[in-house]
């Protein structure tokens, strides 16, 4: 889920953001506490597949084991099938909302390199060039370049 246009109860969804390894339902959770500052979010490593505003209540799965958050801000609106709503940057999911103050928390999730797992030329984030495989070297804070957060570090 990307965005939301809750008067209308409408959801924009975008099925190339979740993992390969596809969730069955009783993966997800619904999620009534779960807090970060002021905002109802979904636990570490899930992100909103669903939204009750009333009874103030998330669904959230898991988009991918190996995936890692970095909560950015940046709510942009966009017009899908006639109705313009709030949405999360393109390329990021939604991690949680406060309604009354039409504000959402958007994350952008992107595979967690290791040595155990290392990724290949092109694929982060890696943390140190232990991450990448062969001779490929992590290079920090580049992933604006490849129309990801500035902040992805990518095997190159």
């Not at 008067?7 to 993992?19: K, P």
């Not at 597949?49 to 958050?69: E, I, R, S």
């Not at 801000?73 to 991690?95: E, S, Y």
Request: proline residues 4%.
């Amino acid at each position: 889920m990307t965005g939301v246009h809750i008067d209308q109860n409408v959801l924009l969804c975008d099925d190339t953001l979740v993992s390969n390894e596809q969730f069955e339902e009783r993966e997800e959770v619904v999620d009534g506490d779960t807090q970060q500052g002021s905002m109802h979010v979904c636990p570490d490593q899930m992100a909103m597949t669903g939204y009750h505003k009333h009874h103030n209540q998330l669904l959230c799965a898991k988009v991918g084991p190996t995936w890692d958050f970095l909560d950015i801000n940046g709510v942009t609106q966009r017009t899908i099938g006639g109705i313009r709503m709030h949405a999360c940057p393109v390329g990021t999911v939604m991690r949680g909302i406060h309604a009354d103050r039409n504000d959402f928390m958007c994350a952008v999730a992107w595979d967690k390199c290791t040595p155990e797992f290392p990724c290949p030329a092109g694929h982060g984030d890696c943390d140190t060039d232990a991450d990448c495989q062969g001779e490929t070297r992590c290079r920090h804070n580049i992933g604006g370049t490849r129309g990801l957060h500035p902040a992805v570090d990518i095997c190159e």
